[in-house]
C-alpha cells in the first residue's frame, strides 16, 4: 500500500508559478515510478510528467515543449514535485500524484488531487 498527500495547489494568475508536491508513504527508489496527471472539467485524466526509479523523466506531449513544467523528488523526503511556471488558463486542472508499485503484481496509487486554477 502507498498513500499519497499532495499540496501546493491553488489560484495563480496566468503567467504565474506554482509548485506541486506529493509526499508518499513509502521511500520512492521502491517504487516503480512516481507522476502527476490533471483531470479537467469534462476531460478524461492525462498524465503530465512521470519519473521512473532509474531517474528516467517524460513528459507528456502537452506540456513537452514547454520549458516551464518539470519534475523533480527529493528521495530522502520522499517528495516528488511538479514546478510550473508561466501558467496558463488551460493548466487549469485537479493533479493528481501517482505512484506505480509492483509487489507480486503491479498497481497504481493515487492521491486525493490538488486544483490548480489559472485565471485573471
Known amino acids: 500500500q502507498v498513500q499519497l498527500v499532495e499540496s501546493g495547489g491553488g489560484l495563480v494568475q496566468p503567467g504565474g508559478s506554482l509548485r506541486l508536491s506529493c509526499l508518499a508513504s513509502r521511500s520512492i527508489p521502491s517504487l516503480d515510478a512516481m507522476g502527476w496527471y490533471r483531470q479537467a472539467p469534462g476531460k478524461q485524466r492525462e498524465l503530465v510528467a512521470v519519473?521512473?526509479?532509474?531517474?528516467?523523466?517524460?513528459?507528456a506531449d502537452s506540456v513537452k515543449g514547454r520549458f516551464t513544467i518539470s519534475i523533480s523528488r527529493d528521495n530522502p523526503k520522499n517528495t516528488v514535485y511538479l514546478q510550473m511556471n508561466s501558467l496558463k488558463p488551460e493548466d487549469t486542472a485537479v493533479y493528481y500524484c501517482?505512484?506505480?508499485?509492483?509487489?507480486?503484481?503491479?498497481?497504481?496509487?493515487w492521491g486525493q488531487g490538488t486544483q490548480v486554477t489559472v485565471s485573471s
Open positions: 519519473i521512473t526509479s532509474g531517474g528516467n523523466i517524460n513528459y
Open positions: 501517482n505512484a506505480r508499485y509492483t509487489f507480486l503484481v503491479m498497481r497504481d496509487f
